[in-house]
C-alpha cells in the first residue's frame, strides 16, 4: 500500500534548466531522507512512452529520471530496472491490439486504480494522472519484485523487457510476457 504521494515543484522555466535540476536532485535527496531509503529499497522509474511528440520535452524527462536514479544509487537503494508505459497497459491494464485514445487510456488507468486502492483513489478526487500512473507502475513493480523473490530469478530479470535468459514467462519476439498466473502470484504474496 502506497505510504504517500505527490508532486515535487522545482522552480519554473525563467531560472536555467541546470539551476532547477538542483533543486530537484536536493528534493529528492530530502525526500529519500526523509523516509529513510537505504539498501532495503528498490526504485522502480517509468521508462520512456515509445512514441515521442516532443524529443526534448523527452530529454528533459530522462534527466529527471535519472536524478531520482542517481540519488536512489548514492544512498544504497536498488535500481532494477524501469517499467514502459506500453507495458503498464498490457500487462496490468489488460489493454491489447490497437491504441486506445489518450483520454480512454487515462479513464481506464484511474479505474483500475481506483480498484486497487479503493479509498486511497476515491479520497482524492483531484488525483493528478501522473500520481495515478505512479501508482500503477508502483503495483506493476510490487508484483515485479515479489515474482522475482518467489522464483529466485534475479532482480534485474523481472525488469528486462526485452531478451532475457532467465525467464519462466516466455519470451514473445524477443519481448517477455507475464502470464494473468504470474501477476496473480505475485500480486497475492505480499
Not at 522509474?45 to 530522462?62: M, Y
Not at 491489447?96 to 479505474?111: F, I, N, P, S, T
Amino acid at each position: 500500500m502506497p505510504q504517500a504521494w505527490g508532486v515535487v515543484s522545482p522552480p519554473g522555466p525563467g531560472h536555467a534548466l541546470e539551476y532547477r535540476l538542483a533543486v530537484l536532485q536536493e528534493s529528492v535527496a530530502d525526500i529519500f531522507g526523509n523516509f529513510s531509503l537505504d539498501e532495503s529499497d528498490i526504485l522502480v522509474c517509468e521508462g520512456p512512452a515509445p512514441l515521442v511528440k516532443n524529443p526534448i520535452s523527452s530529454l528533459k524527462v530522462e534527466r529527471v529520471r535519472s536524478i531520482f536514479e542517481a540519488v536512489a544509487r548514492t544512498r544504497g537503494v536498488t535500481v532494477p530496472g524501469r517499467l514502459n508505459p506500453r507495458t503498464v497497459q498490457t500487462e496490468l491494464l489488460g489493454m491489447r491490439g490497437k491504441q486506445l485514445e489518450r483520454k480512454d487510456v487515462k479513464a481506464w488507468a484511474r479505474e483500475v486504480a481506483a480498484r486497487l486502492y479503493g479509498d486511497l483513489i476515491s479520497q482524492e478526487k483531484k488525483l493528478s494522472q501522473d500520481i495515478v500512473d505512479a501508482l500503477l507502475i508502483g503495483s506493476l513493480a510490487v508484483a515485479r519484485v515479489n515474482f522475482a523473490l518467489r522464483s529466485s530469478i534475479a532482480l534485474a530479470d523481472a525488469f528486462t523487457e526485452k531478451g532475457g535468459s532467465n525467464s519462466s514467462r516466455g519470451n514473445v519476439r524477443g519481448r517477455i510476457r507475464w502470464s494473468e498466473a504470474d501477476y496473480k502470484r505475485a500480486l497475492n504474496q505480499d
